[in-house]
């Protein structure tokens, strides 16, 4: 299954491995479609691909660090 999600970290977790952390613990396979990082906010949006219940932890998992996560619809390379 795959997932697409806009990130926004906030200043602290911007040089954090949170994407890395993610995929290792719990086998989501993330591919960046677009990135825009700045001294004080980063912005991904990513598809991720896994097991459904795999997906719903990571993305939980992602949040519990203090990421902002927003589910995509439609294309998100535009």
Known sequence: ?????????????????????????????PNIRRARVTETIGEMVLELEGAPEDLNKGIEFLRSQGVVVELVEGDIVE
């Open 1 to 29: 299954m795959k997932e697409r999600v806009k990130l926004t970290f906030p200043q602290q977790l911007i040089k954090e491995p949170v994407i890395f952390r993610m995929a290792k613990q719990f086998g989501v396979m």
